[in-house]
């Protein structure tokens, strides 16, 4: 039985509830983030909170009160759920008003809803899928126009990987005007020869914690970054490919709509970047 | 303090609570409806059911076993709170997981949530805003794809309401490649001549309820109909404008951008539309 956070209280999870007047059960109107941990420490903590923030700020979303103390509340729950490995998953929405209503409720008299729980996952760093890589298949991108806004509008994503599933593949590729936006819940990249390509930053996509960190130890590592859009066809022909995220890392892609990516098994670059991200992190992990 | 029903029970507003892992909370997994009541008896009813069934296949989602009987419930509710003039609004989403995944939960093992509540809204019908009509601004349309399944996804039309709100106006309509969708909770439409044009169906538009039986009652009395898309500029030059909604049946538009429509006072067509929605409305309740 995990102990989780609601709104200030530490509780068993079976009592963890939230009104059905919440805008983040009626409206989607809340974002969310997920941090890994690794040895019982956070990874990326300060980037994740740098995230909410912004994402709270682009919907004009109060501040909890909490917020500046985060760090204590995930801490606390690492402790209280002995957690050694695996992810805490926070959400933040506009709060629960008297009424449904497609207004904004007034922030003085609605405060918003704060959740938090630890999801446990031994096994999370030596992953064994990491040496096998995963298959992923294309979808049209369906989602609403701001990604780079983390809300819990998942619904379509959450079909993305039912879809994959359906199709026998592990995950799948959002394609919009013939280019790949991201994964479902990852960014997405490809390798030819010593380059990292992977799509810019802009509304299209989110702005990966993870992603701005390999792209930093890759750029450390001497090897090319070029940030741009690119298509299933030349990913299909590209020399790797493979995804990153909060709780897959650096993960190898071998498969796109049933073609083998390169030898059709992970290669160098997404294994070396696997390694030095999980190094890094470690050492900097809190 | 109003008597809300959620999965089966008929609880006190302040008692209805759901898990945090409800799928509707954290992923936005969940369809809804809202049905207006007038004279205690409720309007649509048949035609808000199908809807719902129908959001409920386009999502794979399980059908709850309170479906044959939410008639019932919905009177329940009317009856409970001595609702004369008002809406019942209905969720439904996948349930509660015992954990977070972008993996749709076992049916057998997760039960769908159902959520039900009312909002009394004395002289919904007598509305002293149909006499002076609304004003509405322009948005882009930045909704997901599948605008034709009722899903909470509400976090933009949200937004849209606000930006119209800080604009000095009363509600958006929503504008893809240079034509018109929707309002941000109500269908468009535009009147030229004895001809009234409004969206044709697709997935970019709710299919809404109201929507059907006005252009029904439209026909009735002799009017023309066109399903076509139009443009913001068609809409400005037009003899009258208004929208349709569950809640606000027939609500005439007379200014759109800060451009008045028409005489920039509710004209004689939306006027005869509402006035043959609510009689019509009533006599079929139920």
Chains 1, 2 share one sequence.
């Not at 941990?37 to 709270?56: M, N, T, Y």
């Not at 989602?143 to 780079?148: L, S």
């Not at 013939?178 to 390798?191: L, P, Q, R």
Request: no cysteine; glycine share 6%.
């Amino acid at each position: 039985m995990r102990t989780v956070y609601v709104n200030g209280e530490y509780l068993p999870e079976n009592e963890a509830k939230i009104s059905i007047f919440d805008r983040g059960f009626l409206m989607a109107d809340g974002v969310y983030e997920v941090t890994s941990v690794l040895d019982g420490k956070l990874i990326d903590f300060d980037g994740h909170a740098k995230r909410l923030e912004r994402s709270l700020n682009e919907l004009e979303m109060p501040h909890p009160d909490v917020l500046p103390d985060l760090l204590e509340v995930h801490r606390e729950l690492v402790r209280l759920n002995d957690l050694e490995e695996g992810m805490i998953y926070l959400q933040i929405t506009r709060g629960a008003p008297d009424d449904r209503d497609f207004v904004f409720p007034d922030p003085e008299a609605t405060k918003p809803t704060v959740v938090l729980f630890t999801q446990s996952k031994p096994g999370l760093a030596d992953n064994p899928t990491a040496k096998k890589g995963i298959k992923i298949i294309s979808i049209e991108d369906q989602r609403w126009a701001r990604r780079d806004i983390k809300t819990v509008q998942l619904l379509y994503p959450s079909m993305g990987k039912m879809m994959a599933k359906a199709a026998g593949a592990d995950d799948a590729w959002m394609v919009e005007d013939g280019a790949v936006t991201e994964g479902t819940s990852n960014n997405a990249y490809i390798v030819k020869g010593n380059t990292i390509i992977t799509r810019h930053l802009g509304n299209e996509i989110l702005h990966g914690i993870t992603r701005a960190a390999v792209l930093r130890f890759a750029r450390e590592a001497q090897m090319q970054v070029e940030e741009r859009s690119f298509t299933i066809a030349e990913a299909q022909e590209a020399d790797e490919a493979f995804i990153t995220s909060a709780s897959t890392f650096v993960m190898p892609v071998v498969d796109i709509d049933g073609a083998s990516v390169g030898t059709g098994a992970p290669g160098p670059v997404a294994a070396r970047l696997r390694e030095i991200y999980l190094e890094e992190s470690r050492k900097l992990a809190i």
